[in-house]
């Protein structure tokens, strides 16, 4: 929540710095699907790592208006999906989907497990607008960068008749990629507007990071692979905008 009110913050000081230069914020609720997948791993079998989900969350965005038919945007977004799922294809045969979380759950009886993952989304980019009176329409692309987290930890439940035992598992899968940018705004008054806005990623390059710690543990297993791995997802926003 701290992070969210962060991003706000620093949102609300932008657009009250530049008021006099046609800024626009928007804030809104967010829902996210997407699937992607890592480069595959020559080291290990040819191991390509997919993952798929979806989730809720939010998305905040600033807009600057270059000229009457021309805005600039950025954006902030997260969804904080309950569960993904992620398959392994190795030597060329397909993996089979499997439930992340509930492949964590239950290692050992003996443990306390605490699973957290989220999908962030950072984009910027240009769009061309058309005029319908109280409907608005921008169309536009850019560029945006997105991320996978998906992390587990594991501590000693107390009437444990164990060493101390601590486990953190993560995996992150990152991406470069390019975008799409469908906006419709309907004006309920002269500067506050309901949105609904389409951010379609074809993702062009993707870092991938599988890290495993034991306590104890000198040397960690740590995985790390990067290259050319097409992939997608696509956020998409409601919410409310205020232009200054």
């Keep these: 929540m701290k992070k969210i009110l962060s991003v706000f913050l620093v949102l609300c ?3 009250t710095l530049f008021a006099a230069a046609g800024v626009t914020v928007k804030v809104s609720s967010a829902f996210a699907f997407f699937n992607e997948k890592t480069v595959k791993d020559t080291e290990a079998y040819d191991t390509i790592v997919k993952f798929k989900g979806h989730g809720f969350g939010f998305d905040a965005e600033v807009q600057y208006d270059l000229s009457d038919k021309l805005v600039v945007f950025a954006s902030y977004g997260k969804v904080f999906p309950g569960d993904v799922y992620e398959a392994l294809d190795e030597d060329g045969h397909t993996g089979k989907w499997e439930s992340w979380a509930e492949s964590r759950k239950n290692v050992d009886e003996r443990l306390n497990y ?3 993952i989220n999908f ?3 984009t910027a980019g240009a769009a061309y607008k058309f005029d319908f009176n109280a409907f608005k329409l921008a169309v536009g692309a850019g560029v945006s960068f997105n991320r996978l987290l998906a992390k587990a930890t594991y501590t000693l439940k107390e009437s444990a008749l164990m060493v101390g035992y601590n486990e953190e598992t993560r995996e992150t899968l990152s991406n470069i990629s390019v975008l799409g940018y469908a906006e419709a705004k309907y004006l309920v008054a002269e500067n506050v507007g309901i949105t609904l806005t ?8 993707s870092f991938y990071n599988y890290y495993c710690k034991y306590e104890g543990d000198p040397t960690p297993l740590d995985t790390k692979l990067k290259g050319v791995a097409l992939s997608f997802a696509m956020p998409v926003a ?3 905008s205020y232009s200054f």
């Design 13 to 15: 000081i932008a657009a």
């Design 114 to 116: 605490k699973i957290r």
């Design 120 to 122: 962030m989304t950072i």
């Design 198 to 205: 389409a951010k379609p990623q074809m993702n062009i390059y």
């Design 238 to 240: 409601v919410g409310v």
